[in-house]
């Protein structure tokens, strides 16, 4: 089994130049870009991550930790082998009952944490159990079944959960599986009149619904469709993400701020609330970015940075000293809603912030996330950042925190990251590891071991992303190529993967 995983030589990295709509030059903006420059450098930030003397992406890690490395590998394990004991091929596990749940339809298995797994396994030498599950989603991972799944979650794990594993091993059968898989997904997109993605399709009828789409779910899939077109050479994937993107930007206001909701078919807007970095649309700024990096797509980064100097402009605020983010209506960019409710979701903002250009205010939000721990152990799933009591007290295992600190860490090198990553895995350990794996939390302000208070249930992106930053920020593992690897929203590595024994 374990000789299914190449051994030999560190391969060169699949980065050829964009071949998608990224290599076709850029779109212009108007109207607002010197209100553009005036923001980003008003705010006393430079361009680029140079403000913090770092390079602009990652580098390799001067020093590892072995000790706390051993430590996520362990924990790491010890929740593979609950669901390994108790749910293996299925979604996701109850760690408490033993059971499993079916994470995209019921009575339907995608074998999700074995696809959520697989890279996190490999980059921590597990070599015996990432190739059991490469074996499983070649021979098991059906791509046609009679389930309406939703796209957005489908791409960002699925595709870029199969994506990775190629990725990680050469396996041309899981490019063929990823393959598949987008090309079921994909009637949500050329199906929609305007390019904008129904929300769910049957992966095999075709059959699309869901005419209502949050910004996460339009954007959410360049990085997995441009990588796929890339290593594939159809454009097909990429070109309809970007059809998608330029379906929701051409739709902002005049002060080059976006709602939340579209109509797929209609076009027009649902809501008028501008309400990022929260979700449901955080990860539509995260791809908007990334992808225009990767893909060295001049236009989804010129979208970026207008998207992202309105954001600044118009919703940060500072509440008892310390930066969020407040909900505006699009086109006024008055304050709607509950002004001070914030979610966990949007703590990764902190790291986007840094990446894309505003180093500064990526680490005051990322400070202000850290005032939030230190007042509960475990972040809850939402705050009132003026009292940061919690709104929503449950704790649903989130990467978000965690996958800030690797950002900033990466960026600046500063071992502050790596110490505030490693006191949120010290509190999870302690409030949510049971016998069983790990399991979610009704209240993080409950007292720790609580029975009545546990969930029941690791979530398979607790697989794919939590120990993940953690293992990459303590075990300088060579399987990583720090300065070019890159990360999905769901912690897939779709790049930089060193596809060698170690
Ligand atoms: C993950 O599925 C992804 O990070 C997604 O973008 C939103 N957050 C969840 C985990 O909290």
Known sequence: MASLIHDGPSLPLPLPEAHGPGARGSEQETGSGSTRRRVLTGAGVAASALVLGVAASGRQPASADARLAAEVHSEFLHGWRGYRAAAWGYDEVRPLSGTHHDFFAPGRTFGLTIVEALDTLFLMGENLEAALCCDWIEQHLDPVQDASVQVFEAVIRLVGGVLAGYQATGRRALLGRARELADRLLPAFTASPTGLPYTHVNLRTGAVHGDVATLAEIGSNALEFGLLSRLTGDARYYEA?????????????????????????????????????????????????????????????????????????????????????????????????????????????????????????????????????????????????????PVDPSGLLRPEYANAAFDLWRMTGLDRYRQAAYRWFTAMRERQRVPGGYTTLRDVTAPPGSPQNYGDLTPGYWFAENLKYLWLMFSATPRFDYRVGLLSTEGKALVGLRQRWV
């Open 241 to 389: 993400s970007v059809r998608a993107y330029r379906a929701a930007v051409s739709r902002r206001s005049a002060l080059d701020l976006l709602g939340t909701s579209l109509h797929v078919e209609t076009g027009r807007w649902t809501d008028t609330a501008a309400v990022a970095p929260n979700a449901p649309v955080d990860s539509f700024y995260e791809y908007l970015y990334t992808a225009g990096a990767q893909f060295r797509d001049r236009t989804l980064r010129s979208w970026y940075r207008t998207l992202t100097a309105a954001i600044l402009r118009h919703q940060a605020v500072r509440i008892g000293g310390r930066l969020w983010f407040r909900a505006v209506d699009f086109r006024s960019g008055r304050s709607v809603g509950t002004r001070t409710r914030q979610q966990e979701l949007g703590s990764f903002y902190a790291g986007l912030l840094a990446k894309g250009g505003a180093p500064q205010q990526g680490v005051a939000y990322f400070d202000s996330w850290t005032a939030v721990l230190d007042r509960h152990p475990v972040l809850p799933e939402s705050v009132d950042c003026a009292t940061l009591r």
